[in-house]
Structures are given as C-alpha cells and as structure tokens.
C-alpha cells in the first residue's frame, strides 16, 4: 500500500527555524497536507499544497513540495514555545481516503 | 472549528465487556472515519463511512464494528474489549470537496483493564 515517512523527533531552539521532512511513495498524490496536534487534543489542517505546486507561503509557513523526489517539508520560521505539538504529514490520491505519517513531535526549547 | 462531538471523552473499562463510542456531527459532512493513535504507530484507520449505512474496514478493522444509521452519528462498537484496544480514539469528518481535509474531534481515551 501506499506510504508516508517522517521522522519521528525534532528538537530546535526557540527564535530558530524548524524544518519537518516527509516522503511519500504515491505518484497519484494530488493534495498533501500538514496537520498539527497539539497535546490532549485532536489534529487540525495546518496547511495544504497541491501536487502541481512547487511552494506555499502562509505567514511563518512555508510548504516545499518535489514531486519528482516526492518529498515534502514544513519550514516554520522563528519557531515558539507554542508551536510544539506533533506534526503530521498526509497525502491524498483519488480516494477520500488520506494516508498519514507516523508524525513528527517538535520540542521547542526557550 | 468544525462541529464535530465525540463521547465518552474517557472511559476505563474491563477486558470483555462491550464499549460503544459515539461521533456527533453537524456539519452534514458525508464521510466519516475512526482512527486510533498510539504511541509509535501514528494514526491508524479503523473503519470509515462514506454515507448512512455505506461503511467499509480501515487497516486494523479487526475486534471493531460501526454503524451510521445517521448522517450525523457514526459508533464505533468493541464487542468484546481487550487490553490491546486501550488508546486514543479519534473521529473525523469530510465533505470530500477538492482538498479532501479531514476535520477532527478531540478524542476519546479508552483505557481497557
């Protein structure tokens, strides 16, 4: 079946930039998506791209997509303490059915 | 925020009895899906619905059953609970418009003894 990786762990500095990594292995992908969740809570759409986009900005996020290496990263610039929670990658082909990633929890430091 | 309702929020139970999770929603969303989280797996896939009385087995089906008798109901039944079946429930929904995001509600710890 269809897979999505990414790394499981991402401590960074607050004030610094995070950057989440995802690879995916269907070539159907149409959207692809990052989801935030943050504790005790359920998984919001953080943002979204579509497969025949290479980037997308929005405010202090930034979404790069290779579709030939079929990679995708989640760039947040001057990361908060807020902004820990566990991020999940998600891509969507045909059906209605999304595929996601085992998630990346990322540790803000002060 | 999406209107999406899941109860119990928490429950403890024991191993064999029946537990029935509800998801409520508002939105007249047509699809809906039960996932489980737990740690190092991520999300799994349950079951799904994609309209009232249409349903179909996720990745790890196996001990679950549903219903959506409802648009805006979909349960989530363990028969018989095992231990293994203590986690994190989550419900979510979709309109299955063009960016097919998924909404979800907060949860429902269940917490088999």
């Known amino acids: 079946g269809e897979d999505v990786e990414q790394s499981l762990f991402l401590s960074v500095r607050e004030g610094d930039s995070s950057v989440i990594n995802c690879t995916y292995t269907d070539s159907s992908s149409t959207y692809l998506y990052w989801y935030k969740q943050e504790p005790g809570a359920g998984l919001q759409l953080l943002t979204y791209i579509f497969s025949n986009m290479d980037m997308k900005q929005d405010q202090r996020l930034t979404v790069l997509l290779n579709k030939k290496d079929k990679h995708l990263s989640l760039r947040i610039a001057d990361t908060q303490t807020g902004d820990s929670a566990i991020y999940f990658c998600?891509?969507?082909?045909?059906?209605?059915?999304?595929?996601f990633g085992r998630g990346t929890s990322l540790i803000v430091h002060p | 925020d999406a209107g999406i309702t899941q109860s119990p929020r928490h429950k403890v139970t024991e191993t064999g009895t029946p537990v029935t999770l509800r998801c409520h929603q508002t939105?007249?969303?047509?699809?809906m899906y039960w996932y489980r989280q737990d740690p190092g797996h991520g999300l799994r896939l349950i079951h799904y619905?994609?309209?009232?009385?249409?349903?179909d087995k996720g990745e790890v089906s196996d001990g679950y059953s549903v219903s959506r008798s409802k648009t805006e109901d979909f349960l989530l039944t363990l028969e018989s609970a095992t231990s293994s079946q203590t986690s994190v429930y989550f419900c979510?929904?979709?309109?299955?418009?063009?960016?097919?995001?998924?909404?979800f509600g907060e949860g429902s710890r269940l917490t088999v003894l």
């Open positions: 619905s994609y309209g009232v009385k249409d349903t």
């Open positions: 979510a929904i979709s309109g299955g418009g063009n960016t097919g995001e998924l909404f």
């Open positions: 939105e007249n969303h047509r699809y």
């Open positions: 998600a891509e969507k082909g045909g059906s209605y059915i999304p595929t």
